[in-house]
């Protein structure tokens, strides 16, 4: 019993040559973007506090937020919304026991990327 | 009667009570905000790089007015929710506890500041 070898023993699956499945990255991803966009939310409280207080306050922030560095900002935080957004209703999908299954889990995730892709390109054009 | 030991009963472990209430009321917040984010979205991101009376004008009409408070506090709550969870799973030493109520400070401030912010827009113009 007692094997002194014990600690040589091949991992299966060793996290380095492990390849994460496309799904296992969207679900961390999910948190991800859950955890990131209460940065993006600081900003939007900021923007109406601004704007409840003063016109120069509100021209602050909202020149801050519509500069070159604000529109990366804005733009990383929409794809995170609405990222955050379509994998949220594969999940409540998933939570009433349906969708599941390597196909259909494959079907949703790509659903869900274009999704998220068109939604962003649909809230900077139309806005 | 009940099955728990005395010493169970002294040191108070066990079940917390809550059962999946937590789990319920995410999902809960979750479906609000599956229909609050594109309603509230919308108007926000049209506001963005308008002018300071533009703003008070879209915000002065109760229906924006309104999404935009259920958004701010569903929002937080939901956010609260996550965080929790996240803080849960991966901190597991009092550190953990820190954490929890800081983030649930901070977004009962975040909640509270922005619809202090909201109203004072709907009301004063």
């Not at chain 1, 922030?61 to 209703?89: E, K, P, Q, R």
């Not at chain 2, 009570?17 to 917040?29: D, L």
């Not at chain 2, 922005?114 to 109203?119: D, E, M, P, S, T």
């Amino acid at each position: 019993m007692a094997d002194a070898n014990q600690g040589n023993r091949p991992l299966s699956p060793h996290i380095s040559i492990y390849r994460m499945p496309l799904n296992a990255t969207m679900s961390i991803l999910h948190r991800a973007t859950g955890v990131a966009l209460a940065a993006s939310l600081v900003l939007v409280v900021w923007w109406f506090l601004a704007a409840a207080t003063s016109a120069d306050c509100f021209a602050f922030i909202d020149g801050l937020m519509t500069s070159w560095f604000g529109d990366i900002v804005l733009t990383l935080s929409l794809l995170a919304l609405w990222y955050h957004f379509t994998n949220g209703i594969r999940h409540l999908i998933w939570d009433t026991g349906s969708n599941f299954g390597q196909k259909r889990v494959m079907r949703s995730a790509m659903t869900g990327l274009t999704a998220t892709l068109l939604l962003t390109a649909a809230t900077i054009y139309f806005t | 009667m009940s099955y728990r030991t005395d010493r169970a009963r002294v040191t108070g472990l066990g079940s917390a009570k809550a059962g999946t209430g937590h789990f319920w009321e995410q999902r809960v917040s979750a479906i609000a905000m599956m229909i609050l984010t594109p309603l509230f979205i919308f108007p926000f991101a049209s506001s963005l790089g308008g002018t300071f009376e533009g703003v008070q004008a879209t915000y002065s009409q109760p229906f924006n007015a309104i999404i935009a408070l259920a958004f701010i506090i569903t929002v937080f709550l939901h956010l609260f929710q996550g965080l929790q969870v996240v803080i849960e799973d991966y901190v597991h030493s009092r550190m953990g506890t820190v954490l929890i109520i800081s983030a649930r400070l901070f977004c009962s401030l975040g909640a509270l500041t922005g619809v202090f912010a909201i109203l004072k827009i709907a009301f004063s113009a």
